[in-house]
Nanobody, 121 residues
Framework: QLQASGGGLVQAGGSLRLTCTAS????????MAWFRQAPGKEREFVGAISWSAETYYADSVKGRFTISRDNAKNAVYLQMISLKSEDTAVYYC?????????????????WGQGTQVTVSS
């Protein structure tokens, strides 16, 4: 029900915008989040946006990444700037119905398939 796209190869310092589209009838009521997982590492919270458009970011991306949503398009976006090699990972979107802004992945009910972001130094 969640489809992430927009990943690719970018040089350090560059930008990318990821998109997650949802096949959810009441999308506007979902808290949406982005997580990432680098090879050999555990899944890591990136940021989230609530159904009321409040946002919450991991310290590692604060000031560089921005999450937004377009409820009319059932979409959530992750705008990434000033990318670093350590941002290389598979990025996943997740959804939680009326959920809190949280970095706990276990609280999200739906997950997308992931999109690869590779930042070359």
């Amino acid at each position: 029900q969640l489809q992430a796209s927009g990943g690719g190869l970018v040089q350090a310092g560059g930008s990318l915008r990821l998109t997650c589209t949802a096949s959810i009838r009441t999308f506007s009521r979902y808290t949406m989040a982005w997580f990432r997982q680098a090879p050999g590492k555990e899944r890591e919270f990136v940021g989230a946006i609530s159904w009321s458009a409040e946002t919450y970011y991991a310290d590692s991306v604060k000031g560089r990444f921005t999450i937004s949503r377009d409820n009319a398009k059932n979409a959530v976006y992750l705008q990434m700037i000033s990318l670093k090699s350590e941002d290389t990972a598979v990025y996943y979107c997740a959804a939680d119905y009326r959920g809190p802004l949280t970095n706990r992945g276990t609280l999200y009910d739906y997950w997308g398939q992931g999109t690869q972001v590779t930042v070359s130094s």
